[in-house]
């Protein structure tokens, strides 16, 4: 069942703008289904699927079309309705991995890993897809800036392609670490974008044998970054975390992928734990992420589930509703 909105709120529309509107409390019919309404429907918007590409084994670009400009900083995310499977009632989280914000036409690319992803990897040029997006924060850099090192593993590298085209005046030093050569993908765009690119595969059938974050570190002594921005599965995260404690001058950021409920703030689900002014939060990762810095995350918490490698990754809690 679909309660139609009154009103098709813009892309770029935030939601506590849409919410503010209230626009739904004053239906008396709809009173009983707000909260349920706007978790489901209330930012929705429509895109078309303009291509679908696959980039390497079990991944796929779509490139999709919001039909006008939009406002969006790398590291955000769209949470996406899967097509034609009713059953699947959450939404399915992924993060923008480049975009054209004045055409409003932009990519998100994925590894299948379930119903969810299967299913959108099927989407042919045409077909349209129900979203919320942009939503959550993304990456910040200062002005300070200039020399920044970008540290991805498996699916996490997509929000680090949208940091490396979207951010100006930046050197980027991009170091990409995948399962193996069947995984590798993106690395043209990555490279035409980077000062300097380093692949890494834990079998070594690519680039150099071994963990993302040890070539990383090798770099890190002589490297001169002033910031790093990294995504991918948390034992990379918490590995790199490790790394950075030595270097505690050097901005950091991490991209967190939790599984995800509603996308929206309200149902809990994304809770991410985080270390703040000596006490533990437990964060949304969805409305107060997903990009917090890296020092903040508490990986011992153990409920911080990322996506990606399979080299170093655990699989997280699957007991959260489809
Ligand atoms: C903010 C955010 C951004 C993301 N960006 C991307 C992206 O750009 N590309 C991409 O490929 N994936 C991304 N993910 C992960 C992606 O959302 C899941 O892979 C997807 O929801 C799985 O849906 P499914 O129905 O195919 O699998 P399901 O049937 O729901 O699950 C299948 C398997 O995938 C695992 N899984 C499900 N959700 C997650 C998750 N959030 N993190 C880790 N493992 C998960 C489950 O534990 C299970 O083992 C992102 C997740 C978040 C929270
Ligand atoms: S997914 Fe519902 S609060 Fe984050």
């Known amino acids: 069942m679909r309660w139609a909105a009154d009103r098709w709120y813009t892309v770029g529309d935030s939601f506590d703008k849409v919410t503010a509107d209230n626009r739904y409390f004053t239906n008396a019919k709809l009173a009983p289904y707000s909260a349920l309404y706007r978790i489901l429907y209330m930012v929705e918007q429509t895109l078309k699927v303009l291509k679908n590409t696959k980039l390497a084994r079990g991944t796929y670009q779509l490139t999709l079309g919001a039909g006008g400009a939009f406002a969006l900083t ?187 409920g509603c996308g929206v703030g309200a149902c809990l689900v994304c809770a991410c734990a985080v270390q703040r002014g000596g006490k533990q939060h437990n964060l949304r990762a969805c409305k107060d992420g997903p990009v917090f810095m890296l020092e903040e995350l508490d990986f011992s918490a153990q409920n911080s589930r990322a996506h990606g490698s399979a080299s170093n990754q655990t699989k997280g809690d699957t007991s959260c509703p489809t």
């Open 74 to 260: 790398a590291g955000q995310f769209i949470n996406i309705r899967i097509p034609g499977r009713a059953e699947l009632l959450l939404k399915r989280p992924f993060c923008i991995a480049s975009a054209v914000r004045e055409t409003g036409v932009f990519t998100v690319c994925f590894v299948v890993t379930g119903k969810g992803t299967e299913q959108l990897s099927m989407c042919a040029p045409g077909d349209l897809l129900q979203a919320d997006f942009p939503l959550g924060n993304g990456f910040t850099l200062m002005p300070s800036h200039k020399n920044v090192a970008l540290v991805g593993g498996g699916a996490g590298i997509y929000p680090l392609l949208a940091a490396c085209t979207m951010f100006r005046g930046v050197s980027f030093h991009t170091f990409l670490g995948f399962r193996s050569a069947e995984y590798v993908c993106l690395t043209q765009e990555f490279e035409s974008s980077s000062q300097t690119f380093t692949l890494c595969t834990d079998d070594g059938s690519a680039g150099t044998k071994g963990f993302v974050t040890y070539e990383f570190e090798k770099r890190l002594k002589s490297g001169g970054f002033d910031a790093v921005l990294a995504c991918g599965p948390q034992p990379m995260l918490a590995a790199l975390q490790q790394i950075m404690r030595g270097y505690p001058h050097i901005y950091a950021q991490a991209s967190v992928e939790e599984r995800m």
